[in-house]
């Protein structure tokens, strides 16, 4: 009788084992299954789903100024290379003037 018992313990240990087996096998199988499918995702061509809104882009005018106003474009490049200029105009100044009281920092009067 205990031979008995050894041997229905084993063999549920043995039914469990395989069930565990089983499921991580299933595991792994859904997984690599899952990673196959996202990266074959995305390298697919990409369509909208639904509706296509191609109508709404090709039905909007044309942008214009209101009429009797004229439309003027401003150069702004120029504006900043200006600025430019002006800003570096006045580093200059500052570099010199702070070369000027070089001398006198430090000195005790």
Do not use: H
């Not at 991580?24 to 990673?35: D, I, N």
């Amino acid at each position: 009788q205990n031979n008995k018992d050894n041997g229905d313990t084993s063999r549920e240990n043995l039914r469990k084992r395989d069930q565990r087996v089983i499921t991580s096998t299933m595991l792994y199988r859904s997984t690599a299954f899952l990673t196959c499918v996202a990266v074959a995702s995305a390298f697919a061509p990409q369509r909208p789903f639904g509706v296509e809104k191609r109508t709404s882009l090709f039905s909007e005018p044309a942008w214009a100024p209101p009429a009797g106003e004229k439309w003027e474009t401003t150069d702004y490049n120029a504006e900043f290379k200006k600025l430019q200029e002006e800003a570096e105009s006045r580093l200059d100044n500052k570099i010199e003037e702070l070369i000027k009281n070089l001398e006198n920092v430090g000195k005790k009067k």
